[in-house]
Nanobody, 118 residues
Framework: VLLTESGGGLVQAGGSLRLSCAAS????????MGWFRQAPGKEREFVAS???????????NYADSVKGRFTISRDNAKNALNLQMNSLKPEDTAVYYC?????????WGQGTQVTVSP
């Protein structure tokens, strides 16, 4: 399994970024996926998750800290997972990772750095 994150960068508070994750080596369409992040000096934490499609619909869940600001989505045709991040705050600064949900230790990639300046 290979998960490759992209789309991070430096943005001012209040700005937006869209992260993407390209997945290979797994049956993506039938796998629940998630975004996680790790800030400097902190443990990795859950950000958002999305279930596989059931009857054409996916279920999403968000950490309270990002609810209403972040939107997770998936494109099964492209084996891609996305995270639209709006109204970014300095406390969103972290390395962002995608993984299955629940995550598997062997699947962690390099992540993508998101830095939000005040």
């Amino acid at each position: 399994v290979l998960l490759t994150e992209s789309g991070g960068g430096l943005v001012q508070a209040g700005g937006s970024l869209r992260l993407s994750c390209a997945a290979s080596g797994l049956t993506f369409s039938s796998t629940a996926m998630g975004w996680f992040r790790q800030a400097p000096g902190k443990e990795r934490e859950f950000v958002a998750s999305i279930s596989s499609l059931t009857w054409g619909r996916s279920t999403t869940n968000y950490a309270d800290s990002v609810k209403g600001r972040f939107t997770i989505s998936r494109d099964n045709a492209k084996n891609a997972l996305n995270l639209q991040m709006n109204s970014l705050k300095p406390e969103d600064t972290a390395v962002y990772y995608c993984n299955t949900n629940p995550p598997r230790s062997a699947y962690w990639g390099q992540g993508t750095q998101v830095t939000v300046s005040p």
